[in-house]
């Protein structure tokens, strides 16, 4: 039985890429951990692919299951882990060398359900040097503590976890994270919620955990592609992300009751990309008049009518309360492609 279970979903990914991935897992400086890879109903050459990879090292498992998302291959990984703790890799990007190590060495030092480390941002193809950093820094949430992480992953509003080291930030991904395994299999992720599945997951812990530690130091490498979720057309992101917002306020509603403006900010955000990635959008087919209409009327339903509260409206950021006067004056339709330049 492996100290650490490293699991990786894998969907049609670009070989060349995993191949990179796969390489970061061999040169962690802590070796003791075993790979778990599964593959969510790839194409026929990404299955042959992690099947190669079994020859190269015999730490690595492999399970082959019908496509259902990457959720479900992150909890069907997590219940077949065997180790004491669990940290999550997407195949397409890059563990840095000391990141398991020193993930063990501060779970430890602080008896932490989970260690959150930060993310630096690349290119396909691109390398990234991280400068080591002796003296690590980190804070620790407890139950007493624990609504200031809770409003980070919301709104993601603290200079020092967005400015790590200059190159990275405090994601709200599920990557660049040490948990205990016990802790990760009684947190599943959401199935079935392709959007703001990350911070569901994320709040989750923060209501289930009793200490959560976040180091001041990058352990991963994030590849940005144009197909990412985030810029990606669904079609119907508006209803995602109403049952997305649902969910939050279901399972924090405590949090939320206090802390309206949080939530309110976090909405203000994904409105935003309802209107920038879904509306204006070359694939969606609505007339720029039926756009501009369905705006008012998202404005005037839950949860988005939040915003419409004069309370609210005033304490948001210079660039939302500007976005959400476009909105209602049906201006966004010709400003909004101008700004972001579509």
Same mark, same amino acid.
């Given at each position: 039985?492996?100290?650490?279970?490293?699991?990786?979903?894998?969907?049609?990914?670009?070989?060349?890429?995993?191949?990179?991935?796969?390489?970061?897992?061999?040169?962690?400086?802590?070796?003791?951990?075993?790979?778990?890879?599964?593959?969510?109903?790839?194409?026929? &050459?990404?299955?042959?692919?992690?099947?190669?990879?079994?020859?190269?090292?015999?730490?690595?498992?492999?399970?082959?299951?019908?496509?259902?998302?990457?959720?479900?291959?992150?909890?069907?990984?997590?219940?077949?882990?065997?180790?004491?703790?669990?940290?999550?890799?997407?195949?397409?990007?890059?563990?840095?060398?000391?990141?398991?190590? &020193?993930?063990?060495?501060?779970?430890?030092?602080?008896?932490? %359900?989970?260690?959150?480390?930060?993310?630096?941002?690349?290119?396909?193809?691109?390398?990234?040097?991280?400068?080591?950093? &002796?003296?690590?820094?980190?804070?620790?949430?407890?139950?007493?503590?624990? %609504?200031?992480?809770?409003?980070?992953?919301?709104?993601?509003?603290?200079?020092?976890?967005?400015?790590?080291?200059?190159?990275?930030?405090?994601?709200?991904?599920?990557?660049?994270?040490?948990?205990?395994?016990?802790?990760?299999?009684?947190?599943?992720? =959401?199935?079935?919620? =392709?959007?703001?599945? %990350?911070?569901?997951?994320?709040?989750?812990?923060?209501?289930?955990?009793?200490?959560?530690?976040?180091?001041?130091?990058?352990?991963?490498?994030?590849?940005?592609?144009?197909?990412?979720?985030?810029?990606?057309?669904?079609?119907?992101?508006?209803?995602?992300?109403?049952?997305?917002?649902?969910?939050?306020?279901? &399972?924090?509603?405590?949090?939320?009751?206090?802390?309206?403006?949080?939530?309110?900010?976090?909405?203000?955000?994904?409105?935003?990309?309802?209107?920038?990635?879904?509306?204006?959008?070359?694939?969606?087919?609505?007339?720029?008049?039926?756009?501009?209409?369905?705006?008012?009327?998202?404005?005037?339903?839950?949860?988005?009518?939040?915003?419409?509260?004069?309370?609210?409206?005033?304490?948001?950021?210079?660039?939302?309360?500007?976005?959400?006067?476009?909105?209602?004056?049906?201006?966004?339709?010709?400003?909004? =492609?101008?700004?972001?330049?579509?």
């Amino acid at each position: 039985m492996a100290v650490v279970s490293v699991i990786i979903p894998v969907y049609n990914v670009n070989c060349e890429y995993m191949n990179r991935c796969m390489e970061s897992l061999f040169n962690q400086t802590f070796k003791d951990v075993e790979i778990i890879i599964i593959d969510d109903g790839s194409n026929e &050459e990404t299955a042959a692919f992690c099947d190669l990879q079994k020859s190269l090292d015999d730490r690595i498992r492999v399970f082959h299951c019908e496509n259902k998302g990457v959720s479900a291959a992150r909890n069907y990984g997590t219940e077949l882990a065997t180790g004491d703790y669990i940290m999550y890799l997407d195949s397409d990007d890059v563990l840095l060398p000391q990141a398991i190590s &020193e993930g063990l060495q501060i779970i430890k030092e602080t008896n932490s %359900d989970m260690v959150i480390a930060a993310v630096a941002k690349t290119k396909p193809g691109e390398s990234v040097s991280i400068p080591l950093q &002796e003296n690590k820094q980190y804070h620790i949430y407890t139950k007493e503590n624990m %609504d200031d992480l809770r409003s980070y992953f919301l709104m993601t509003n603290r200079t020092e976890y967005k400015n790590v080291k200059k190159y990275g930030y405090i994601g709200r991904g599920p990557c660049a994270r040490l948990i205990k395994s016990d802790v990760a299999k009684n947190n599943p992720f =959401p199935v079935g919620q =392709p959007l703001g599945e %990350d911070v569901l997951w994320n709040m989750q812990f923060t209501n289930k955990c009793s200490n959560i530690c976040v180091v001041l130091d990058i352990w991963y490498c994030y590849v940005i592609y144009e197909s990412s979720s985030m810029r990606k057309y669904y079609g119907n992101r508006e209803e995602i992300l109403c049952r997305y917002a649902e969910l939050l306020k279901k &399972e924090n509603a405590a949090f939320i009751k206090e802390n309206t403006l949080c939530y309110a900010k976090n909405l203000a955000m994904e409105f935003y990309t309802v209107v920038s990635c879904e509306l204006l959008s070359e694939k969606c087919p609505k007339t720029s008049k039926e756009k501009r209409h369905i705006v008012k009327e998202y404005l005037n339903k839950e949860p988005w009518d939040v915003l419409n509260k004069k309370e609210m409206y005033r304490k948001l950021s210079y660039k939302y309360r500007f976005f959400l006067f476009l909105c209602r004056t049906g201006l966004w339709t010709f400003v909004l =492609p101008i700004l972001i330049g579509k």
